[in-house]
């Protein structure tokens, strides 16, 4: 073993009164941590190769394993932290960009954590869901100015044309992940979920693959900066299209798929020769200008027939205020914000950590300013960055969100133990890579099943905690600040937010 | 009847189904003491067969047209009228391996170093669901309802 | 309609079984000339060497007639067949009529015309009382050695039997190796391995000449060489015929050595069916007919005779020789052709095979063209039946030819599509 000052960063604990010696860590980690002796007949472990994924705890019929992170104690200092300095000793021994995987885990503050709803009481009857009907349908798309209606014999009949929309069951859709950086299990699990549950999932870069277009309706179509696997096809599949400008763990930079990862299957959906690296630039070389962008949403309006609704995803930056008003001005019908805690399956640690702000502040705000200028309705936000529970999906609509993305989440659902490294294409659950012996791992029938349930859990909290402050629809929600309450806020931050202390009526 | 379907698309190759049969048919039925105590440690009548990234678990068919209860000099093998399932009756057999010999699955095994008789899945007798089928933790293992007209 | 089974052994177990499944109330009646309840054959040579006691010699509980509404005549012989009247006459006068008939009544010994083949002390080694007689004998003489004449299936069951009750055997078969019929030569050297390891006297090429006895019971024997071989008692395990005294010439059922049966395991006369060692039956591996005295086949004709016999068509896709022997507890399986045949096409056959001295594990298969013809193992015989299965199937195994002798061959080896079939079943065809 070469030396290195990289030690181990987790510990395994196997207990050997309950190890069986089964094997069955030894075959399920794909990092080949676990050893088995047959001359001693029991199962040792390489602690050095331990990502911390936990498939072999999760997995042992005896329970006789367990991870710590490792008890190395670096002297208490609370500028230069282990992390940090590993960080220097791994570049010094590399010479490279270090890269990681997920979103960022560094101690910003959380401010859903500082956020606390509202609930009727005695002056405001709260409702009962169980009783009363809760509406959490919730359309996406540009809204009209005025809506005009004509009185005629069939009763009341629309006559403003209205723009496509996106129908949701629920507030909430699956977040733009590529088939690349996760398996086509994933991918179809996904889709399945989406369909089931009467919401969307996003193709993210990586184009849509073929077995995949019976989901269609369930689907939007992304149309990154590599414009990989974008055709006609693609455009017309899909309910809605996506414009890539950003993504919350790594805004201002493009993506990058190595070539080992780029098999036969991936090749044909992203239409890009087999083994060759899959960059996506930063910018998208066709625009340079806040009119190139609406160059590029008309033309794919014009090329889908305006039959869909076209949205841009950015990340939140410092200025997300008159970007969304641009785009919201060049005609887009959606624009997806992704805070800093948004994830990714390979980037750059540096950027991940320390560009983009939270999407709780980008939410507030860009629904404010849009409101200020008068065109909050011609165009529907879409918020993601690490939306944790039913909780943050409700703040987050509470501070101006119309529906949100999530991604993380999903993936926690499919079994993802945030280990942060799917850039090695290793991933033990089968999610985060394309090597046939663990996407096995990954069954779409449980996959799909596990994000079904997911999503039906957060909505009924939501129906439950909208009845709560006496909400029966979750429109009534969104952009309702009155509802928030801050704690531990300072008047800055409290008025970023637009949003009242705790303990202030 | 029912019987036990193999998905090899979702067999992870993990081997938790023999473990678990090992352990359905050990004496103790208790995992740890099953593994570490017991002797002659008990046989699991399933098989995980493994080639690359292929593997799928394989176990008696429970055939309709069964060639081993045709081969079964002593009539050993039988079938049981309830779950329609092929049962051995290990104090019967004699190991005289004709149904090795005819079973075109490979699905018995010899119990050498335990009753010296013909081993193999009996749909874990009298449980609800098959050892395997239960602990299958990505559901390659599946027990369904068969229509009548089965294996071969 | 009126069922008559003549025998009570495989054949005649599998057609109540395969009749009963179709028919639950015609009567059938079983007529056998032994006087036991069904017993499993090949167990006589356990019960003789006192592995197993007689409660474990039944092939079927003991309420398998009554649940199948059997009647049973036992210790009957049938003494002559009339298909023209479709009667049967019985020994001791008596006669039964039918509507349908199965004969399945086996083979019998076939024992040369040695001189003092008539001494006491001379046995044939095919009934349970056999077993109980040459038992009996061996105590009241308290015999110390015998002669063992004819190295095939059931002499090396004897052989091993004889072994057990402490008996110093001595056996002769007249080819050039023993268990000729189902192992080649290396296979059958690696046996004679064992058996010499066990204090056999072996003698190939040759058979006995003579038995000279002394005050009417079996003194020593003398070999058609010359050669004086001491022994007790002797056992002529030479082979069995089919038992065929009971069809008289004019009957209309055509025979060859054995009972001629078509697919549907009818002979040649109507109503009149056969299965088990008694017929010649077709034999896919060969293409032609002839007798394959095996106990699976035996059972399979029994029970397919009998689904016809109930009036539900099925026929029969024909057997091949398939052996699982233990020689001395080294397990063997030996499934089809044993070498590949001299019938003038040499190069449409292939042998691949793989021998260990060391272990004493030897495996062999022929193919022929691109399918597999004959498998053999010995002392490794661990999923053989999956090797009996591509036989069986004649399927195409030039895809996985080579991984065929590796030891992870199993049915992950097989073309998808082949191994979906044989996996999913639910009346999924191929």
């Given at each position: 073993m070469t030396f290195t000052m990289l030690t181990p960063e987790f510990r395994i604990e196997r207990d050997q009164e309950r190890c069986i010696a089964c094997q069955v860590c030894v075959r399920q980690c794909a990092n080949d941590v676990h050893v088995y002796d047959a001359d001693e007949d029991w199962v040792y472990s390489d602690y050095a190769r331990c990502v911390g994924c936990h498939r072999c705890v999760t997995l042992c019929p005896t329970g006789a394993l367990t991870i710590r992170e490792s008890p190395l104690d670096f002297r208490s200092n609370a500028n230069w932290t282990a992390p940090r300095i590993r960080g220097i000793y791994k570049q010094a021994e590399t010479g490279g960009i270090l890269l990681t995987g997920m979103g960022c885990d560094q101690p910003y503050p959380i401010y859903f954590d500082h956020l606390l709803l509202n609930a009727s009481q005695v002056t405001n009857p709260s409702i009962d869901p169980l009783r009363e009907p809760m509406e959490l349908r919730t359309y996406i798309g540009r809204k009209p100015d005025r809506v005009e209606v004509a009185q005629g014999d069939g009763g009341v009949q629309l006559k403003t044309r209205i723009a496509p929309q996106l129908m949701l069951e629920t507030p909430i859709m699956f977040s733009a992940m590529s088939y690349g950086s996760i398996s086509y299990n994933a991918c179809l699990s996904l889709a399945r979920a989406a369909k089931q549950s009467g919401i969307l999932y996003n193709t993210g870069e990586g184009g849509l693959h073929r077995s995949l277009y019976e989901y269609g309706p369930y689907t939007i179509a992304q149309v990154a900066s590599g414009r990989f696997g974008v055709h006609s096809e693609y455009l017309e599949t899909a309910a809605a299209l996506e414009i890539k400008i950003g993504q919350g763990a790594k805004p201002g930079i493009g993506g990058h798929l190595p070539g080992e990862k780029v098999s036969a299957d991936i090749s044909r959906t992203r239409m890009i020769p087999e083994g060759t690296d899959a960059l996506s630039p930063a910018p998208h070389h066709d625009i340079y200008s806040i009119e190139d962008l609406g160059q590029l949403i008309f033309a794919l309006k014009e090329a889908t027939n305006y039959e869909k609704p076209v949205g841009v995803k950015i990340a939140a930056v410092h200025n997300i205020a008159p970007i969304a008003s641009g785009i919201t001005r060049a005609g887009a019908d959606y624009i997806a914000i992704d805070g800093i805690r948004g994830g990714t399956g390979a980037a750059p640690t540096i950027i991940r950590d320390n560009v983009g702000i939270p999407i709780e502040l980008a939410i507030a705000a860009v629904d404010m300013r849009l409101r200020q200028e008068g065109i909050r309705n011609q165009i529907s936000l879409i918020g993601a960055g690490s939306v944790r529970n039913s909780a943050d999906v409700m703040k987050l609509i509470a501070l101006g969100a119309d529906a949100v993305y999530i991604g993380t989440s999903a993936l926690v659902a499919l079994g993802c133990h945030l280990c942060q490294k799917c850039y090695t294409g290793k991933c033990n659950w089968g999610i985060a890579t394309q090597d046939p012996y663990l996407t096995k791992r990954l069954n779409p029938n449980i996959g799909s099943r596990r994000l079904a349930n997911l999503i039906r859990a957060w909505s009924l909290e939501i129906k439950e905690m909208l009845g709560g402050m006496g909400i029966n629809a979750i429109e009534s929600l969104r952009s309702n600040r009155d509802h928030l309450r801050g704690v531990g806020l300072n008047q800055v931050e409290l008025d970023a937010l637009g949003v009242k202390a705790a303990g202030i009526a | 009847m029912k019987q036990i379907y193999v998905n090899e698309?979702?067999?992870?190759?993990?081997r938790l189904c023999e473990i678990h049969c090992a352990v359905q048919h050990s004496r103790s039925k208790k995992i740890i003491k099953a593994f570490k105590e017991e002797a002659p440690r008990a046989l699991a009548r399933v098989l995980v067969e493994e080639e690359g990234p292929l593997s799928f678990a394989m176990q008696c068919r429970h055939c309709e047209d069964a060639l081993c209860i045709e081969a079964c000099i002593v009539g050993a093998m039988h079938r049981d009228e309830e779950t329609g399932a092929v049962l051995c009756d290990e104090d019967r057999c004699v190991g005289c391996w004709m149904c090795v010999m005819v079973c075109p699955f490979g699905a018995i095994q010899r119990n050498l170093a335990g009753t010296k008789a013909a081993s193999k899945c009996d749909l874990c007798h009298g449980e609800q669901i098959p050892a395997c089928v239960a602990h299958c933790p990505n559901e390659a293992l599946t027990f369904v309802e068969v229509k009548a007209g089965g294996a071969r | 309609m009126r069922h008559v089974i003549v025998g009570n052994s495989a054949a005649a177990i599998g057609c109540v079984e395969g009749l009963r499944r179709y028919d639950k109330d015609s009567p059938i009646t079983i007529i056998s000339d032994e006087p036991h309840h069904t017993y499993s054959r090949p167990m006589i040579s356990y019960l003789l060497g006192g592995l197993v006691d007689e409660s474990r010699m039944a092939y079927r509980p003991r309420d398998f007639y009554e649940k199948h509404k059997v009647e049973t005549l036992l210790g009957v012989e049938v003494t002559r067949v009339s298909p023209r009247e479709r009667v049967i006459f019985l020994a001791g006068g008596g006669s039964m009529a039918y509507d349908r008939l199965l004969i399945a009544t086996g083979g019998k010994p076939f024992v040369p015309p040695v001189p003092g083949a008539n001494l006491k002390g001379v046995f044939t080694f095919v009934k349970w009382d056999e077993a109980r007689q040459i038992a009996r004998y061996i105590d009241e003489h308290q015999a110390k050695s015998a002669l063992v004449i004819g190295a095939g299936l059931i002499g090396l069951k004897t052989i091993e039997a004889l072994l057990a009750r402490g008996i110093k055997v001595t056996v002769v078969e007249l080819a050039d190796r023993i268990l000729s019929t189902i192992f080649d030569p290396t296979a059958a050297r690696l046996a004679e391995i064992i058996l010499r390891r066990e204090g056999v006297e072996l003698r190939t090429k040759t058979t006995v000449g003579e038995i000279i006895g002394r005050g009417g019971r079996v003194d020593h024997a003398v070999l058609r060489d010359g050669e004086r071989v001491n022994c007790d008692m002797v056992v002529f395990a030479i082979g069995v015929r089919p038992n065929t005294g009971l069809v008289p010439t004019d009957s209309g059922i055509q025979i060859e050595r054995g009972i001629r049966v078509d697919a549907h395991m009818r002979t040649t006369a109507p109503g009149v069916y056969a299965a088990g060692d008694c017929v010649e039956a077709y034999d896919m591996l060969a293409d032609s007919y002839h007798q394959l005295a095996i106990w699976p086949l035996a059972y399979r004709q029994g029970n397919i005779a009998g689904t016809n016999m109930a009036g539900v068509e099925r026929a029969y896709e024909g057997g091949f020789p398939m052996n699982s022997i233990s020689v001395c507890d080294v397990p063997t399986i030996s499934v089809g052709l044993v070498e590949p045949p001299d019938d003038g096409d040499p190069a449409r056959y292939e042998v691949l095979d793989d021998y260990d001295r060391e272990t004493l594990t030897y495996k062999k298969l022929i193919l022929r063209g691109h399918r597999l013809v004959g498998a053999l193992f010995f002392n490794d015989i661990d999923r053989a039946g999956i090797y009996t299965g591509l036989i069986r199937d004649q399927a195409d195994i030039t895809q996985f030819k080579d991984h065929l002798l590796s030891g992870s061959f199993g049915l992950i080896s097989l073309p998808k599509d082949y191994r979906k079939h044989l996996v999913t079943g639910s009346g999924i065809e191929v």
């Open positions: - | 698309e979702y067999c992870i190759g993990c | -």
